[in-house]
């Protein structure tokens, strides 16, 4: 039974292997234009690191109960996530995140130029908003699975994080100018309201927005 068991696990870790070459491939790919190919990704991602952390999981399970060692194959598919997918795909995270930085100014811009009350995102910023969507759930996934490799590796006394980087501390701030705005908005309306004016609060120096620093 053991035997067999064994043989499952290692045929599953061969196909994961190959499973995680064909999205490094396509995450090194997938600038590349194509309507939906971004979310298709990050969706495959996604349910790729849920199979990761519940074979992390059976893993642990099997070695409380039986003591049995982690497989030769689970060590190299382990290996193999963290030297070629997740530094891949945090960089082209990365990526998707600049490219939306970089097309709100224009965007902006070209809304300016047509005229107030007329500014439309365009279905490239728009399509670069629902990529973006799958982000959060992706780090979830891919950290809730290094969690349970942290748990296994302090079980069975190995490192099995040697080849992944510090993962990346993600954190959400505040856009300054949209909160300015919406205090001066609100103070526009009290003093409407009142009929009387009031001073001008000092516009916030702080640079909020979206941030990335290693643990």
């Known amino acids: 039974m053991i035997e067999e068991t064994e043989d499952a696990i290692g045929q599953t870790c061969d196909r994961l292997c190959q499973i995680v070459r064909i999205l490094h491939n396509m995450s090194r790919s997938a600038d590349i234009p194509s309507k939906g190919r971004s979310q298709d990704l990050f969706k495959c991602l996604q ?25 030769d194959n689970f060590r190299l598919l382990v290996e193999q996530v963290g030297t070629h997918l997740s530094q891949q795909v945090y960089a082209y995270i990365t990526y998707k995140e600049s490219i939306q930085i970089q097309a709100e100014p224009q965007q902006e811009s070209r809304g300016k130029k047509k005229g107030k009350g007329t500014t439309k995102s365009g279905p490239g910023k728009a399509s670069i908003k629902k990529d973006l969507r799958f982000i959060p759930e992706l780090i979830y996934a891919i950290e809730q699975s290094e969690k349970e ?16 980087k510090k993962s990346t501390s993600r954190d959400f701030r505040i856009d ?21 004016g009031s001073p001008k609060t000092k516009k916030m120096k702080y640079s909020f927005a979206s941030n ?4």
Not at 151 to 157: A, V
């Open 176 to 196: 300054g100018t949209t909160v300015s705005a919406i205090l001066h908005g609100q103070e526009g309306d009290e003093d409407s309201v009142n009929g009387t």
């Open 47 to 71: 349910k790729f690191y849920g199979v990761l952390e519940q074979l992390t999981k059976h893993h642990y399970i099997l070695y409380c109960q039986c003591q049995q060692e982690i497989s």
């Open 149 to 164: 490799l942290i748990k296994l590796g302090k079980k069975t006394k190995e490192n099995l994080m040697g080849s992944f």
């Open 212 to 215: 990335s620093t290693t643990d």
